[in-house]
């Protein structure tokens, strides 16, 4: 048996344990930062405390809305482009949340945005290649 596109089965294997670990991420600190009380959230130095409380609340809601959009994507091959523009979310999210966390002096880890920006950006980049075809 011949594989027609190893690139393909390639980014598949790649695509399925990144998707998972940020849905399993996204959907944990987006529902903290949905649903916990502020204290938690301070205790565990959320970018969000530095926002009205209802911008974030907000804001858990879209992260929990993108996780599922990301999910939702890696199921239904033909919704890439969903997973794409959730994949930018994340990014967006990340970069605020960095300099939120750079500017306040809050302690929040700016080794965790970085990472997760990487690791979204190369999300990003499979689930546009899954798009087009490639």
Known sequence: MRIENPWRLLREIVLVPLVLVLVAFHGFVGWHKAYSPREVLV??????????????????????????????????????????????????MEF???????????????????VTILLSSLMALLFQRRQSGR
């Open 96 to 114: 605020v949340s960095a300099a939120t966390h750079y500017l306040t002096q809050d302690g929040g880890s700016l080794v965790q945005n970085a």
């Open 43 to 92: 205790q565990h130095s959320a970018w969000t405390v530095h926002l009205p409380n209802w911008l974030g609340r907000s804001v858990g809601w879209v992260e929990l809305a993108a996780t599922l959009a990301l999910f939702t994507a890696l199921l239904r091959p033909r919704l890439s482009r969903l997973g794409f523009i959730a994949s930018l979310a994340f990014i967006v």
